[in-house]
């Protein structure tokens, strides 16, 4: 059974930092496009950052670019988010995903979904 756990969410104020975790089992996505996306009370879920299977290319939502960082660990079957710099706007439900279709900041075209991680960021 494939599961996607994340972690590391949490309450921090603005100007905070925050790492996110996300664990794959059952499954090995290291050939797999990664991303994680989030979802505000009331609005759509939203691209944050996806990460390509050799971990060379990496694509940002521009209200998230030059703050947060996506990476991976393959041996661990991991991806991460790391986020700085964290502004109130930024409260959400984090998701990761595993790229099963063909356009990385559609949420349709992901297959497997974590349960998500509640960050909130207060001012």
């Known amino acids: 059974q494939v599961q996607l756990v994340e972690s590391g969410g949490g309450l921090v104020q603005a100007g905070d930092s925050l790492r996110l975790s996300c664990a794959a089992s059952?499954?090995?996505?290291?050939?797999?496009?990664r991303g994680w996306f989030r979802q505000a009370p009331g609005k759509d879920r939203e691209f944050v950052a996806a990460?390509?299977?050799?971990?060379?290319?990496?694509y940002y939502a521009e209200s998230v670019k030059g703050r947060f960082t996506i990476s991976k660990d393959n041996a661990k079957n991991t991806v991460y988010l790391q986020m700085n710099s964290l502004k109130p706007e930024d409260t959400a439900v984090y998701y990761c995903?595993?790229?099963?279709?063909?356009?990385?900041?559609?949420?349709?075209?992901?297959?497997?979904w974590g349960q998500g991680t509640q960050v909130t960021v207060s001012s």
């Open positions: 995903a595993v790229l099963t279709g063909g356009s990385y900041y559609t949420p349709s075209d992901y297959g497997y």
């Open positions: 059952g499954r090995t996505f290291s050939t797999y496009v």
């Open positions: 990460i390509s299977w050799s971990g060379v290319s990496t």
